[in-house]
Nanobody, 124 residues
């Protein structure tokens, strides 16, 4: 059974930083691309970041470029989303997702497994 468990969310002031992590189990992690998505209240879920299985190729949404970074540790079956210079508009539930493919992808319909999400709240 594949499980993705996010952690590291919380409340932070604008301009602060958080790192959310996604620990996976039951997944061929080293051959799975990972993605991060977020959903703000009253809005659709949106793409944030993706990283290919081997960690070379990464893509970030325009809204977070220069502030967020995505990484992975294949030895620990874990993906990370480092969020710096947080803004109130970054407030959302953040989800990690995994693909059965090694190739990064920005579309949530192309992800096979999802975590339960972790709340990130940025106060002004």
């Amino acid at each position: 059974q594949v499980q993705l468990v996010e952690s590291g969310g919380g409340l932070v002031q604008a301009g602060g930083s958080l790192r959310v992590s996604c620990v996976t189990s039951g997944l061929a992690f080293s051959t799975s691309a990972m993605g991060w998505f977020r959903q703000a209240p009253g809005k659709d879920r949106e793409f944030v970041a993706t990283i290919e299985a081997f960690g070379e190729f990464r893509s970030l949404a325009d809204s977070v470029k220069g502030r967020f970074s995505v990484s992975r540790d294949n030895a620990k079956n874990t993906a990370h989303l480092q969020m710096n210079w947080l803004k109130p508009e970054d407030t959302a539930v953040y989800y990690c997702a995994a693909r059965r493919s090694a190739y990064a992808n920005i579309y949530e319909r192309n992800y096979d497994y999802w975590g339960q999400g972790t709340q990130v709240t940025v106060s002004s």
